[in-house]
């Protein structure tokens, strides 16, 4: 097991069957392959994909089935074969959050991160109708 950081304050251990390998990496973050996801009941539905070898660095994600119902990324043969999805019950889908300046928040629908749930590799891809979605689709303000 290997103990990761949240803060000086918050050791976490993690157990290897709990880390997510992205042997692609993230775009503009390639090199790191390893991640946790980490959630509060407070931030529900958004989580931190955090870097395992990095605690100060993480991505707000959220599932889109949680800010945009009808989302319906369509996977190429090839990434399903290279993730071993079987079937789409199989893939964890999530998104990544940016957070404005100004306060307001999207979500980006073209380059989701999709995992097989059963072994935890994933990969952020491109999907086929990739034309159908926005790269900053906007999140509603909170209440």
């Not at 918050?10 to 946790?36: D, M, S």
């Not at 991505?59 to 074969?81: G, K, N, R, W």
């Amino acid at each position: 097991m290997k103990t990761a950081e949240l803060n000086e304050l918050t050791p976490l251990t993690i157990k290897t069957e709990n880390v997510i390998h992205l042997p692609g990496g993230l775009l503009g973050f390639e090199r790191i392959k390893k991640y946790i996801l980490l959630s509060t009941p407070e931030e529900a539905p958004f989580l931190w994909l955090q870097m395992l070898d990095d605690p100060n660095l993480a991505f707000l994600v959220v599932s889109p089935c949680a800010v945009a119902a009808d989302y319906q990324p369509e996977i190429s043969d090839e990434d399903t074969d290279y993730l071993g999805l079987q079937s789409p019950k199989d893939a964890l889908v999530f998104n990544i959050v940016t957070l404005h300046p100004d306060g307001h928040a999207t979500v980006n629908l073209k380059g989701p991160i999709v995992l097989n749930r059963f072994t935890l590799i994933g990969k952020q891809l491109v999907p086929k109708n990739v034309a159908d979605y926005s790269l900053s689709y906007p999140l509603p303000a909170a209440n």
